[in-house]
């Protein structure tokens, strides 16, 4: 029988609100790739009472909110199962915690299954992808905790940060997310942002994927993996002539908060103090000068305007000056819709 998958662009939505919520920078890895940036995003801990309040402040009854715990590590933090509950009770739609695998303060025992997903930073389908990436015994803590997560009966995601490091080792990933019972596969680019830029100066942009590399492994990996039955999300990157540019900033609403009170609305801009709000008294304030917003609304032929400011080693040029290919926000992604599930075997 023949396996014929489709690709959804998901589209942005007014009707939606995304909380991607730091609730520390700490954390107990040193990624190659971390985009935490602890001067610009600060380095405390957030008391429970102001992650209440953060909460509260964000929750927008008239829309689907929804709420991503990250850190620095958020299972570090001994008040995470307090700030899920607390999101519950406010009534978030969903609640993901975003995990390097090692899921401190006993977490699985602290938490039911209906009140969050977890989502599980996977850089590799062997030690010897992962650990270089991600660090030492990092690949097997965090599939032994994918294993307990799953065995307890929580959804579990994986999310593969793909870079010119591992891009080459992705087609072993859906086996393995499969035999593991993970459901939900996300594959994304790796930013040029935090450890990858500094590193980045000393040795060139070695993570960088060229249009080339991507096309050329990851559409076939995300169909497999969908026919495997895994439910595959991953960002859309490059758009076809025919597909209009849009800015999140503009039509949907995503705050990224930082426990130093920043808020912005792009990730891409995290590095630099351009953020648009600022937290002060429990109140959303919005910041005078030049904010990433200000930006949001100009129209290049490159497409995203911080792709082509803060990333322009990422676009690719005809000899007469016109871009090769536009690049779509960092926020797009698509999703492959299975026709079909077939037994385990290599893409
Ligand atoms: S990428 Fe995440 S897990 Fe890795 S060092 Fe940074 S905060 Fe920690
Ligand atoms: S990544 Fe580009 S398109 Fe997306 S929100 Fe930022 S500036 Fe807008």
């Not at 991600?134 to 929580?154: H, L, M, S, Y």
């Not at 590193?199 to 076939?220: A, C, D, Y």
């Not at 439910?231 to 758009?239: A, D, I, S, T």
């Amino acid at each position: 029988m023949a396996h014929t998958n489709t690709t959804r662009t998901l589209s942005f939505s007014a009707n939606e609100r995304n909380l991607f919520f730091h609730i520390l920078t700490a954390c107990n890895l040193s990624c190659r790739h971390c985009y935490i940036n602890k001067e610009q995003h600060g380095s405390n801990t957030l008391s429970p009472q102001v992650i209440a309040d953060w909460l509260k402040l964000f929750y927008e009854e008239d829309k689907q909110s929804n709420v991503i715990f990250l850190g620095g590590e958020p299972t570090l933090h001994p008040d995470l199962a307090f700030a899920v509950k607390t999101a519950r009770e406010l009534g978030y739609h969903s609640v993901t915690i975003d995990t390097n695998g090692f899921l401190h303060h006993d977490l699985l025992n602290r938490l039911t299954p209906d009140e969050a997903v977890i989502s599980f930073s996977l850089d590799g389908p062997t030690p010897k992808v992962n650990d270089p990436i991600r660090g030492e015994g990092v690949f097997a803590t965090c599939t032994d905790n994918i294993k307990k997560a799953v065995k307890a009966g929580f959804e579990v995601s994986v999310i593969y940060t793909a870079s010119a490091l591992n891009i080459e080792a992705l087609h072993e990933m859906p086996d393995l997310l499969h035999s593991l019972g993970v459901t939900h596969f996300f594959v994304q680019v790796v930013g040029l942002r935090g450890n990858s830029v500094v590193e980045g100066k000393e040795t060139g942009n070695f993570m960088q994927l060229s249009h080339e590399k991507w096309l050329s492994i990851v559409p076939r990996v995300v169909d497999y993996a969908a026919r495997l039955g895994l439910r595959v999300v991953y960002p859309k990157v490059y758009l076809s002539q025919d597909e209009p540019f849009s800015c999140a900033g503009n039509v949907s609403e995503n705050f990224f908060v930082f426990p130093n009170g920043r808020v912005y609305l792009c990730p891409l801009c995290e590095d630099y103090p351009i953020h648009t709000y600022e937290i002060m008294g429990n109140q959303l304030v919005k910041k005078d000068g030049l904010v990433e917003e200000n930006l949001f609304s100009l129209q290049i032929p490159e497409g995203c305007v911080m792709n082509k400011l803060l990333q322009p080693g990422t676009i690719q040029y005809e000899t007469n000056g016109t871009p090769r290919h536009r690049i779509s926000c960092c926020l797009l992604k698509q999703e492959i819709v299975s026709q079909g599930i077939i037994s385990q075997k290599k893409a």
